[in-house]
Structure formats: structure tokens, C-alpha cells
């Protein structure tokens, strides 16, 4: 299987593992994986997740899935913006806001990867990665 978009690739991991209801999903591993990963837990949107296999060619990441009360997913909706077709760029003035600050976009900046309001705070643009609600 070859994976073009291997942020796409993840975030479809991730929306099937909620709609399925699972405890946690298993995707291939990488540096910006791994990054996104981590925000997502900062922000509350995950459990938690372990590396697996990092001795091995095709190390693997194991990511817990949040719930609330075991049953409602903590991700509503998780939307990719820039793609790899079409990238998209954003000024500090004009990054989105996602439903007041109870959601969050995922930015791509020159120091690194950050939440919409952190990149504001910072005096930050990139490119909008994608959206969680």
C-alpha cells in the first residue's frame, strides 16, 4: 500500500477508530506523526500513545482513543485543510478560529507545530494542517 498523504493517512485512522469505537489504533510511525500525535494529548484529545517496535525498520505508533463516559468520542469531527494538491497558507491575522476555542486547528510553523491560538499568541503563520472539533 503506498501512502501519499501520511498526515491524511492518520487522521482517517484516528475518525475510523472513534467511529468504530475502538480503545486505540495502530499507524506506522514518523517525525511529523509523532508530533501531531503529541499535540493532540497536550490538548486533550487523546489518551495517550507508545511507540512500538522502534528497533524494527517500520516502527509503529499505538494511539489511545479519549472518550467521555466510555461512550461519546471526544473528537466530533476532524478535517484535513491543506492537502497535498493544494496547500494552505495563513497569515497570523487571518488563522482560523475553530468553533470559539473549543476546537482547534493545527498549524505548521517555522518553530514547529502549533495549536491556532498558541501560533496568535506567538506571532506565527503556516500552513493549516487540519482542523479538530
Do not use: C
Not at 493544494?86 to 497569515?91: D, E, F
Not at 497570523?92 to 517555522?110: E, H, Q
Amino acid at each position: 500500500m503506498s501512502i501519499h498523504d501520511p498526515i491524511s493517512d492518520l487522521l482517517t485512522n484516528i475518525r475510523n477508530g472513534y467511529l468504530a469505537k475502538k480503545e486505540y489504533v495502530i499507524v506506522f510511525s514518523s517525525k511529523i506523526k509523532v508530533q501531531i500525535i503529541d499535540l493532540l494529548k497536550k490538548e486533550n484529545f487523546l489518551n495517550n500513545y507508545v511507540l512500538i517496535g522502534t528497533e524494527t525498520k517500520k516502527p509503529k505508533i499505538k494511539i489511545y482513543l479519549k472518550y467521555y463516559n466510555n461512550k461519546i468520542s471526544v473528537i466530533n469531527k476532524i478535517t484535513r485543510v491543506s492537502k497535498v494538491s493544494s496547500r494552505v497558507y495563513r497569515k497570523k491575522n487571518a488563522l482560523p478560529k475553530v468553533l470559539n476555542g473549543f476546537g482547534i486547528a493545527v498549524i505548521s510553523t517555522p518553530i514547529g507545530l502549533l495549536t491556532d491560538t498558541k501560533a496568535r499568541e506567538l506571532g506565527h503563520g503556516g500552513e493549516v494542517l487540519f482542523i479538530v472539533e
